[in-house]
């Protein structure tokens, strides 16, 4: 099947309550998880003692887990207190945020992140753009980019048509992309 050869190897974990409200994080572990970014060779920055990042160890714990079982994952991500604690820092720290965090299940939050990372089909060696989400099921492929395509373009297309044209008057829609320093 086509589809196994593209959605074998996708990590993909659910944004269990226990978390709060925590999109940003998961879309960023979603991300680093699944283009190799969290390698064992990614030091932690702020520890001296060469370990590897809490995302590392997390992944380590996650790897025995099967690949279906996201619901599992998204609880083990929340009893990785290193992991937890950084996201819920991140989000209070006032030196660093813009707004104020919401207090988590009180409050509609009227924005959301996820994630859209390249993922080659092991059968064709084509090049698909794959939207990871901690609040839907499972991963979803928006199909392969063009043969040379760019990855960038095929997310904005993926974006435009499957959110943009349902609401094209809104303007708040943002992308943000983590790219190789040049």
């Keep these: 099947n086509d589809d196994?050869?593209?959605?074998?190897?996708?990590f993909h974990i659910e944004q269990v309550k226990g978390f709060g409200n925590a999109c940003g994080t998961i879309?960023?572990?979603?991300?680093?998880?699944n283009t190799g970014l969290a390698s064992p060779d990614f030091l932690d920055p702020f520890d001296d003692s060469g370990t590897a990042s809490p995302l590392h160890a997390y992944r380590r714990r996650a790897d025995s887990m099967s690949l279906?079982?996201?619901s599992q994952r998204g609880r083990l991500l929340v009893e990785t207190r290193e992991v937890h604690a950084l996201s819920d820092d991140?989000?209070?720290?006032?030196?660093?945020?813009?707004?104020?965090c919401p207090e988590t299940g009180h409050t509609r939050l009227g924005h959301h992140y996820c994630s859209?990372?390249?993922?080659?089909?092991?059968?064709?060696g084509r090049i698909h753009v794959i939207e990871l989400d901690g609040t839907k099921i499972s991963p979803v492929d928006h199909g392969p980019i063009g043969v040379g395509g760019d990855f960038l373009l095929g997310v904005v297309r993926a974006i435009k048509?499957?959110?943009?044209?349902?609401?094209?008057?809104?303007?708040?829609?943002?992308?943000?992309?983590?790219?190789?320093?040049?």
């Design 116 to 124: 859209f990372v390249p993922v080659k089909n092991g059968k064709t």
């Design 90 to 100: 991140t989000a209070q720290n006032l030196l660093y945020c813009q707004t104020r």
């Design 4 to 10: 196994d050869a593209v959605m074998s190897g996708i």
């Design 68 to 70: 279906s079982d996201r």
């Design 27 to 33: 879309a960023a572990t979603h991300l680093l998880l």
């Design 161 to 182: 048509k499957d959110w943009v044209s349902h609401e094209p008057d809104r303007i708040d829609f943002s992308l943000m992309a983590l790219v190789p320093k040049l």
